[in-house]
């Protein structure tokens, strides 16, 4: 890791993990949906489950990205990736993330073919099974996701300190070559990466300290990005606890080259940012000031978000403390 790669107290950013991570996820996907005779095909990334930053990487560390397919249906791949960060001087490591993927195999002569997959041999019945439960659920929360996909956000004019406008934020690329797939279409790990450059700054113009990603709750890809599009960036906070920031983030897509076309909501996710100290402890969060009922609304579904997820920490951890 260099530093280039890091914020300015040194951490990696996120984005740049996250990066990595669909990478690995692509390459691993794509090799295996080429595993047999046929039509040739590259794996789209369609989604991300919830990913989280378990420990910092610094400057100077080495990362590992470790990849595994875990379940496969007719026209879908699961991927999960371990991340593991190497002190080079000392040879520690420590695992830094851990994430699950979905992606799908793209026809390379009609990039609207999606392709059979083929199965892969499980060790056991009930890991088939445990695999079939995460895939219809993470099928249905896709067409949840995309119900709740008509909100835009708006400028606000001179909003008032640690309420949602104050901090929302915006970013607008322009799609290039280096950003594509062999297909033409953006990378999904170039979009996540930009995705978390906008959180971040949302979180970071919310508290005014040093902000590290925490985790990623689902990022659903909607629909591909084409190279030549103009894509919008779009950040906004919608809630905060005494330690952790959620941002929810859409990735809005303009096509000019080719084919006109009305602009669509691509990609959409919430990360979840917590304040660090010059010395890299936890600090209080602000608390955001809700407004509108929308902003009230959010503000409630967030809070259901943070404590669905600290349940399932807290039943996880049940067994380590038993030992």
Not at 221 to 236: A, L, N, Y
Not at 258 to 263: A, N, V
């Amino acid at each position: 890791m260099r530093p280039d790669d890091a914020n300015i107290a040194g951490n990696v950013h996120g984005g740049t993990i996250l990066k990595m991570i669909e990478e690995a996820g692509a390459i691993i996907s794509t090799r295996h949906c080429n595993s047999q005779a046929g039509e040739h095909c590259v794996a789209a990334l369609a989604r991300v489950e919830r990913t989280d930053f378990l420990s910092p990487m610094c400057i100077g560390e080495v990362a590992h990205v470790c990849a595994e397919i875990t379940y496969t249906s007719k026209r879908s791949v699961e991927v999960q990736v371990n991340v593991l960060s190497e002190n080079i001087l000392t040879g520690a490591k420590r695992v830094t993330n851990r994430a699950t993927l979905w992606y799908v195999p793209l026809s390379l002569k009609n990039v609207d073919k999606v392709l059979e997959v083929p199965p892969i041999q499980y060790a056991s019945k009930e890991l088939e099974e445990e695999g079939k439960k995460r895939y219809d659920e993470q099928k249905l929360e896709r067409l949840v996701t995309k119900e709740r996909n008509g909100d835009i956000i708006f400028p606000v004019i001179n909003p008032e300190p640690y309420t949602v406008g104050y901090s929302q934020s915006s970013l607008i690329h322009l799609v290039g070559p280096s950003d594509c797939t062999l297909h033409g279409f953006v990378h999904g790990g170039v979009t996540m990466k930009l995705m978390d450059e906008v959180a971040g700054i949302v979180a970071a113009r919310h508290c005014k300290t040093n902000i590290v990603t925490a985790s990623v709750d689902a990022i659903n890809f909607h629909e591909k990005i084409k190279k030549g599009c103009v894509i919008t960036i779009s950040g906004r906070m919608t809630f905060t606890s005494n330690k952790s920031m959620e941002i929810e983030v859409f990735v809005d897509a303009d096509p000019f080259v080719d084919e006109p076309k009305e602009r669509y909501r691509a990609v959409s996710a919430f990360f979840t940012y917590v304040s660090l100290s010059k010395e890299g402890k936890p600090l209080p969060v602000p608390q955001l000031l809700v407004e509108t009922e929308d902003e009230k609304r959010r503000f409630e579904d967030g809070k259901g978000r943070y404590l669905q997820t600290k349940a399932k920490r807290q039943v996880q951890m049940q067994p380590l403390t038993q030992q």
